[in-house]
């Protein structure tokens, strides 16, 4: 639905797969920082994630990010207003074939989707997650960083002379 308010911070429903957007699933790890330079898994549960969505991984980046915001807003400390924000993304499917070493596989580029590797299975006992890709070395396909005065503009709005 056009226009929904729900939409607007990434909390709309669910996008049908179709032909020309096949659903991937992603793995996220939201970390946060005080310089930039050293990042640590947000504080705020959960840090990380599985995601099956028809959108790119940028998108759901992005998506990621709207919804940590949403929950900062309701955090009555403040904690998080001199804060980096950043949130790693990796097609699961094609993260899968780096972890086993099958040829040909790895991250791609910001924006990677995975199209064609979509209807692979993940093995029992894989573990999906973010932090699992991070400590085996696998680069994501894609990064998002917000400074401190983006985070404090994207959670408390952007007010001009502030």
Same mark, same amino acid.
């Given at each position: 639905?056009? %226009?929904?308010?729900l939409s607007?911070? $990434?909390? @709309?429903?669910?996008?049908?797969?179709?032909?020309? #957007?096949?659903? =991937?699933?992603?793995?996220?790890?939201?970390?946060?920082? *005080?310089? $930039?330079?050293? !990042?640590?898994?947000?504080?705020? &549960?959960?840090? $990380?994630?599985?995601?099956?969505?028809?959108?790119?991984?940028? &998108?759901?980046?992005?998506?990621?990010? *709207? *919804?940590?915001?949403?929950?900062?807003?309701?955090?009555?400390?403040? #904690? !998080?207003?001199?804060? !980096?924000?950043?949130?790693?993304? !990796?097609?699961? &499917?094609?993260? *899968?074939?780096?972890?086993?070493?099958? =040829? @040909?596989?790895?991250?791609? @580029?910001?924006?990677?989707?995975?199209?064609? =590797?979509?209807?692979?299975?993940?093995?029992a006992g894989w573990? +999906?997650? %973010?932090?699992? +890709?991070?400590?085996? $070395?696998?680069?994501?396909?894609?990064? &998002?960083?917000?400074?401190?005065?983006?985070?404090? /503009?994207?959670?408390? %709005? /952007?007010?001009?002379?502030?």
């Amino acid at each position: 639905m056009a %226009g929904d308010p729900l939409s607007s911070i $990434g909390l @709309g429903a669910p996008l049908d797969a179709d032909a020309d #957007h096949p659903r =991937a699933t992603y793995a996220y790890l939201v970390q946060v920082s *005080r310089d $930039g330079s050293v !990042w640590i898994a947000d504080r705020a &549960e959960p840090s $990380g994630g599985i995601e099956v969505s028809v959108l790119s991984a940028l &998108e759901v980046a992005r998506q990621v990010l *709207r *919804r940590r915001f949403v929950q900062l807003r309701a955090d009555d400390s403040a #904690h !998080w207003s001199d804060h !980096w924000f950043r949130v790693d993304v !990796w097609t699961v &499917e094609r993260s *899968r074939k780096a972890d086993t070493g099958d =040829a @040909g596989a790895g991250a791609t @580029g910001a924006g990677a989707t995975g199209a064609g =590797a979509t209807g692979a299975e993940v093995p029992a006992g894989w573990a +999906l997650s %973010g932090r699992h +890709l991070q400590t085996r $070395g696998i680069a994501p396909d894609v990064v &998002e960083v917000r400074t401190p005065s983006q985070v404090r /503009c994207q959670v408390g %709005g /952007c007010q001009v002379g502030r």
